[in-house]
């Protein structure tokens, strides 16, 4: 498929980015082919970067449907926004967030769909895992999910997974996020990647000054972007220790 793809765009292809776990990302000049597995959390990545056309993101510039192949400006240096520190990469977040949050509705699917979709997952998922936690923290996201889900504000485009690696250095500006895993949602959603990644610093202190501080800055309901954080990196973390004690960390939190 990369040799299918190189031909139709006359790509000289170098060597694959090491970073990745559900496509394969490759440079070519000024450019990066990416080939992904289809699935259900990147099949509107194409429609997501081509509504913000470059505001804040890298562009689409072809897109092969039959491969689900995308070809994408290349963000050079490419310098991972974790670089420059806790509170240079909250400054960037601060600035980048309100010109990805575009008014956004199908084909996205919808944070509640998604949500509910969590929902009825998770506790198969734990117990698959050998219930690596305690049932009460499994409960709590679950309400937290059906209770955030049913009362946001009006829908935005979510990133969903806008942490500090997917933000990258750039020339045509200093930061531009890649790889989104597209929905429509309320704002206080798409700040949960931040608070729970690891990028920027894992202790309690690190998630709760990021969670503050893009809540407070952003004008978001923090108590809201607190649920959502937590609710989601559970429903991510099974499995994974360090986003269980970041949901522990913010159950810790609420009010």
């Not at 206080?188 to 000054?209: C, K």
Request: charged residues 30%; hydrophobic residues 45%.
């Amino acid at each position: 498929m990369l040799e299918e793809c190189a031909e139709r765009w006359s790509l000289e292809l170098e060597e694959p980015y090491a970073y990745a776990f559900e496509s394969l990302a490759v440079p070519a000049g000024g450019v990066v082919l990416k080939v992904g597995f289809r699935g259900r959390e990147n099949e509107h990545e194409a429609d997501a970067l081509r509504l913000w056309d470059g505001d804040g993101a890298v562009r689409l510039l072809d897109h092969d449907v039959e491969r689900n192949a995308l070809l994408l400006e290349r963000a050079r240096p490419g310098t991972p926004l974790s670089d420059v520190g806790l509170e240079r990469a909250l400054d960037v977040f601060v600035d980048l967030l309100p010109r990805l949050w575009k008014k956004a509705g199908p084909p996205f699917r919808p944070l509640a769909e998604e949500a509910a979709w969590w929902i009825e997952g998770l506790p198969g998922e734990w117990e698959d895992a050998g219930r690596p936690f305690e049932r009460k923290l499994l409960d709590t996201a679950i309400e937290s999910l059906r209770e955030l889900s049913s009362t946001q504000a009006g829908p935005v485009l979510l990133h969903q997974d806008l942490h500090a690696l997917n933000v990258l250095a750039a020339e045509r500006e200093p930061w531009l996020a890649i790889d989104p895993k597209p929905l429509a949602g309320e704002r206080e959603f798409g700040i949960a990647a931040i608070v729970r990644g690891t990028e920027l610093g894992h202790s309690r202190r690190d998630v709760l000054r990021r969670l503050d501080r893009l809540s407070a800055e952003l004008g978001l309901d923090r108590e809201r972007a607190r649920g959502w954080a937590f609710a989601q990196t559970l429903a991510w973390g099974i499995g994974h220790e360090n986003h269980v004690e970041v949901a522990r960390w913010l159950v810790e939190a609420g009010r």
